[in-house]
């Protein structure tokens, strides 16, 4: 084919898709203007006769054939917009203001419920549309197949394929429309008491399958179950629906109100032995997600706990075969008034522990830890109540002894008592159990297997309680969570040891019902092999966490939930229980070893777990550049409040000035020294503010001026622990002294930079400063001002409760045992005639004067 052929194909093409978007639009405009004029005439509506007038129900008949129409057409362009028409200004809005007229009476009633199964209808239809057009069939309970099969075979084997952005639209639209199907019944349930709300939760809980990762219907299962007066379920689609990635906006508040206490709803002597424990257990849960009452935390853990296994007994028997739509319905026809723990509570109160331990661990690991002790209790208790205690098997016997027995055995009466207790419970256990579970087996064969494992060796094997096995479900879904959170795993095995011997003995009595029900079932094989081979199959308790991250389901085919060629949801809960087993030990973190031959799991002795490494992961410099500077910044904070504190609160354990006040005289004339006593990290050199702001105004004549600047800057942008600037509240008048008047520049200078030192000194409580006998600020000062006659600085000083400390004499003093002798570090010599911290001269090569030291700053510091 040549390039014109092609660019011609491609021409027309592009040609006819243009003109199939124009007609879309055109179409679109033609429906919104269709939709106007219904809106229009049904805001002129007085009553709900003229509401559902011939009309107006043509009109909206109409409306939604040419807008189901627009939209299988033009998905990507106007399907969004179609749907929005047809549910919110056809079906919703008529609902709506149906509501807000006055009803007349049962005609009225009878209109709009016409009105909401229209819309059901409607729904049914678009679905079975989209199922066959799109080919998206399996994504609900009932297929198009039926559907498909009275279809033209023209249609039928048409082979249109569609984009994937097309296809996304499919998915949303069938969500979408489950959602609205969900919503119209449960209207329908307002108006007639006959519509129970069971329908309602089936759609909701089927569009939720269809996309697991959004919220809506979530919230509106827990509207449903709100309204039903079910907490415990509100509560649970809250959190699937607030630990979406997108939660719905009110998903918060209205867990919020799901988690208020409903304590005083329940009279004393209640029957709802089992509805006081889902209060505690909704309070507690409340407690880890919004930290309410989080210091009674201990007591409503413990008081859970009791109320779990007081209540343990009440368990709901299995029933034999359970379909989904009757698990839906079980789960919304249960009273107000709760007697039992059905399989499907327990599941859920499994899934909300999950979820919430995801919420915490990144948050408070804390917390999180007490969501991992208390779901470890609430499996060892589910543990012991499924398992009935180990069974005798005999050893074998010669052929000629146990003929000789079995002609000596007495006939038991009816009605009458086993002679072995043991084996009475084994055999009833498991005939109950295999009766429950397989529909093609007979119970001859059951016993001719009994009778034929009595021959093995004698070995102690645990089984379990039949009426107990709903129980499973919530087992095996925290395995799954284990199975995917090594760590927590490891700690089950190294800090629970007693619960995970009680939980060895649970998987061995698993596996040994597993393998009595495979070869029932006619299914060959070893059991980790056939364990393996159940990974694929979902079961309903998948169903409560699909699409959340706490547990890994990739495994799974969600296609074989509806479909699967096994009909007891036990084996296949078996097979994984065994095959989460067969995982720990394979483990080499894990002490349990597995044995094919017997079907045994068993602790290793003395078992010690290696060492683990910690993996390295590509390091990302700037990022680790960014923490290392934050990490120093935050250590250089707490050194220095460590300093202030230990000064502040300190009781003789120091004898020297910890901060040291310059002024510009010491930064102009000896600024290597001021240098020097910086890096010596003995002291926080303070630089009042009225010195930098003298340092400013002469540096553009004074060389030292504009070097000490230069220097300062410096300091200020690195961050040096030793060195700050006055902040601007670190100011405090002295008392009993007036200030200068402002023609004396100099003086106020000096006043200002005393009344810093003076906010320094009231730091630190009076009795401290008397106690300790020092002094804790230091003036340093390079040279004697002899211009001031009014007052005397040191005297001044004295007032604010500095030293100050002015140029003096080289005279070198001792230091204690371990420090470093610096050059600054001169002792002041008062000569005669002067006064106290002042020299009688000046001299050029004079050095800073700084207090003795006689202790070490390291513990300080």
Same mark, same amino acid.
């Given at each position: 084919m040549s390039? @014109?052929?092609i660019n011609n194909a491609m021409g027309t093409f592009v040609q006819h898709a243009g003109q199939s978007m124009d007609q879309s639009r055109r179409h679109l405009k033609g429906l919104q203007q269709l939709t106007r004029q219904l809106e229009d005439q049904q805001a002129r509506a007085s009553s709900v006769a003229q509401l559902f007038s011939l009309d107006l129900v043509s009109r909206r008949a109409k409306i939604t054939d040419q807008g189901a129409k627009i939209a299988l057409i033009e998905p990507k362009v106007v399907g969004r917009t179609c749907e929005d028409i047809l549910w919110r200004k056809v079906f919703h809005s008529a609902y709506s203001r149906a509501k807000q007229l006055n009803n007349s009476g049962d005609s009225d009633d009878s209109a709009l419920i016409r009105h909401l199964l229209a819309g059901i209808g409607f729904y049914h239809g678009f679905i079975l549309k989209i199922q066959t057009e799109f080919r998206v069939c399996g994504s609900v309970d009932y297929s198009?197949?039926?559907?498909m099969q009275q279809l033209s075979a023209d249609y039928k084997n048409k082979t249109k394929s569609y984009d994937r952005a097309t296809l996304d639209w499919a998915t949303k639209a069938l969500e979408r429309s489950l959602i609205a199907l969900g919503d119209l019944h449960r209207y329908l349930s307002t108006l007639r008491p006959s519509y129970s709300g069971v329908i309602s939760a089936r759609f909701y809980i089927l569009a939720s399958q269809v996309n697991p990762k959004s919220s809506m219907p979530f919230n509106q299962l827990g509207a449903l179950a709100t309204a039903q007066g079910k907490k415990f379920e509100a509560a649970y689609f809250y959190l699937r629906c607030l630990c979406c990635d997108s939660p719905y906006e009110c998903a918060e508040a209205n867990l919020r109100r799901a988690l208020k206490n409903d304590a005083p709803q329940l009279k004393a002597g209640s029957k709802a032995q089992a509805r006081v424990f889902l209060t505690k257990f909704l309070s507690l849960i409340d407690t880890w997600w919004f930290n309410e009452n989080f210091r009674d935390i201990n007591m409503i853990f413990e008081d859970c706990m009791l109320e779990f296994k007081a209540n343990l007994t009440l368990v709901k028997p299995a029933s034999s075969a359970e379909t989904p739509a009757a698990a839906i319905e079980n789960m919304f026809k249960e009273e107000l008034e709760l007697t039992h723990f059905s399989s499907d509570l327990l599941v859920k109160m499994m899934a909300i522990l999950l979820m919430t331990y995801h919420k915490l661990e990144k948050q408070s690991p804390a917390q999180a830890s007490s969501v991992v002790v208390f779901i470890f209790n609430i499996v060892n208790c589910l543990?012991?109540?499924?398992?009935?205690?180990?069974?005798?098997v005999a050893k074998k016997k010669p052929v000629r002894q146990k003929r000789h027995q079995r002609l000596m055995r007495r006939r038991r009466k009816v009605g009458g008592d086993c002679s072995e207790e043991s084996e009475c419970e084994s055999e009833v256990g498991v005939d109950s159990q295999a009766s429950s579970d397989t529909s093609s087996d007979s119970a001859g064969s059951e016993s001719e297997f009994l009778g034929s494992s009595s021959d093995e060796e004698e070995v102690e094997k645990n089984v379990l309680k039949?009426? @107990?096995?709903?129980?499973?479900?919530?087992?095996k879904l925290c395995c799954d969570w284990l199975q995917t959170n090594d760590a927590v795993l490891r700690s089950f095995f190294s800090n629970f040891q007693p619960l995970f011997e009680d939980f060895v003995k649970f998987l061995n009595a698993v596996a040994h019902d597993c393998s009595l029900l495979l070869q029932n079932a006619k299914i060959s094989g070893s059991l980790e092999e056939v364990a393996k081979t159940m990974q694929p199959y979902p079961l309903p308790e998948d169903v409560t966490l699909q699409g959340h991250v706490v547990v890994d389901q990739s495994s799974l085919n969600w296609s074989l939930f509806y479909s699967s060629p096994i009909k007891s949801d036990t084996l296949i809960r078996m097979c994984k229980l065994v095959h989460f087993g067969v995982y720990m030990a394979n483990s080499s973190l894990i002490g349990v070893k597995f044995d094919k031959e017997s079907n045994t799991f068993s602790l290793i002795q003395d078992f010690v777990p290696p060492s683990i490494k910690p993996v390295k992961e590509p390091v990302n410099k700037d990022h680790q550049k960014k923490l290392m500077q934050h990490m120093g910044q935050l250590w250089l904070q707490e050194e220095v409040r460590n300093l202030e504190s230990r000064v502040s609160h300190g009781k003789g354990n120091c004898a020297f000035s910890p901060y040291i006040v310059l002024d510009s005289s010491a930064l102009l004339s000896?600024?290597?020294?001021v240098k020097l006593l910086i890096k010596s990290k003995q002291f926080v050199v303070v630089i009042p503010s009225v010195v930098l702001e003298g340092l400013d105004n002469i540096k553009k004549e004074s060389g030292s001026a504009r070097e000490s600047v230069r220097f300062l800057e410096i300091l200020f942008l690195e961050g040096n622990r030793f060195l700050r600037q006055q902040r601007d509240n670190e100011s405090l008048s002295i008392p009993l002294i007036k200030c200068p008047k402002k023609k004396d520049k100099d003086a106020i200078v000096f006043f200002k930079i005393l009344e810093c030192c003076n906010y320094l000194v009231q730091q630190v409580p009076r009795e401290n400063r008397l106690e300790n006998n020092i002094n804790m600020v230091t003036l340093l000062c390079a040279t004697i001002d002899s211009s001031q006659k009014d007052f005397?600085?040191?005297?001044?000083a004295?007032?604010?409760g500095c030293e100050r400390r002015v140029g003096r004499e080289k005279q070198r003093i001792p230091l204690a045992a371990g420090h470093h002798r610096h050059p600054f570090i001169q002792k002041e010599k008062v000569l005669p005639g002067a006064m106290p911290g002042e020299?009688?001269?000046?001299?050029?090569?004079?050095q800073l004067a700084v207090p003795e030291r006689q202790q070490s700053l390291g513990s300080a510091s």
């Open positions: 390039a @014109e052929s198009a197949s039926i559907g543990t012991k109540k499924l398992v009935s205690g180990p069974v005798p039949s009426q @107990e096995l709903p129980a499973l479900s919530c087992i000896k600024l290597h020294l005397s600085p040191t005297g001044l004295a007032s604010a020299a009688g001269g000046q001299d050029q090569n004079a």
